[in-house]
């Protein structure tokens, strides 16, 4: 049996998806932009994904813009929002330290051209503070980006509350919701945010396809030039057959996003409790409550996150770790160090994702394999010690 725990990372397409992508490139392969009928044919097609992707989000059509996924729309969110406001002096930006590196390495970007950046910091739940972001906020400040479910740890902010504080402030806000969006309910107007992100192959859609919401009447700066593509808002010709994966994953989302986030919640609370109760020595990172249904984050004592994915994976077991191996050297995850962790917690810790196929029968797989997998290499981290005295 091949287990499959690495949902935050990306799906598997949904067949319906896999076939209206395959029918689009095979049959409608116009340039929306084109007034004939191939042309209009594409155009049609792009219509139907923009009313779904907007229906899932309770948003107007004509609000949402089309991009290659969560990172241009991070990107377009924090860089097109920065570079209109920058004639009117608000030159100040804050994200919370635990976003995703598409928004904190946007913000060191923008910090190396003068930019002033400021990282909203987070408690050991992962969550942060109205009141924090209250104190951080300055009359100079344009935009707050704080994402609503993280992807480590799967904690959801607090961002309609988040956003009343940027807005006193005369601030917009952003949040990255590529994690929230398919899973649990989403909408825009309850959020009371102005900027919204998401990407279609976290929820079952094909990867390169993704939106930003852009509130009605918030001024933007297109960092794409070119063509008079979304209303002037992205140049370059649209990728139909991925958009029009990206409606009918949301229409599929819109329909089983209920049903899904309580079947998912109860495998995830059935793995979590497992791996609590046969292995000593874990505990979960962040929160228990508020969270996402599908994510659980899980530190082991004395054992390195690296060995024991690796081990998992010899095992036909794929989960992923919070921590990124870089030019052979292991980070530890920013996520969890800004939550205060020492440095051995950082580097100590799973996360296991699932989704819409994922079974019961691959979550006790998981719970009859980890504990033997932990022991063993915990006994090889006892040899290590007593060998090197």
Known sequence: MRVYFDYNATTPPSPEVVEAVARTTREQFGNASSIHHFGQQAKALLDEGRSAVAGLIGADLSEVVFTSGGTESDNFAIRGAAEALEPTGRRHLIASAI???????????????????TLLPVDQSGVASPDRLRELMTDDTALVSVMHANNEIGTIQPVADLARVAHERGALMHTDAVQSVGKIAVDVRA????????????????????????????????????????????????NVPALAGMGVAARLASAKMGAEATRVGGLRDRLESGILRTVPGTVVNGTRGMRVPNTTNISFD??????????????????????????????????????????????????FSLGLYSTEAEVDRV??????????????????VVAGG
């Not at 976003?99 to 950046?117: D, F, I, P, Q, S």
């Not at 932990?374 to 006994?379: D, H, M, N, P, T």
């Open 191 to 238: 959020l009371g945010v102005d900027l919204l992100s998401l990407s279609a192959h976290k929820f079952n859609g094909p990867k390169g396809a993704g939106a930003l919401w852009i509130k009605r009447g918030t001024r933007m700066q297109p960092i794409l030039t070119g063509g008079k593509h979304e209303r002037n808002r992205r140049a370059g010709t649209e």
């Open 302 to 351: 004395h054992v390195e996150a690296e060995s024991l994915l690796i081990a998992l994976d010899l095992e036909g077991i794929a989960v992923s770790t919070g921590s990124a191996c870089s030019s052979g050297t292991l980070e530890p995850s920013h996520v969890l160090r800004a939550m205060g962790f020492p440095p051995h917690r950082t580097q100590n810790s799973l996360r």
């Open 99 to 117: 976003e995703h590196e598409a928004v904190l390495n946007t913000l060191r970007a923008l910090a190396r051209r003068g930019w002033r950046t």
């Open 367 to 384: 719970i009859e394999v980890l504990p033997r997998l932990v022991e063993k290499l915990r006994g090889l981290t006892r040899k290590a």
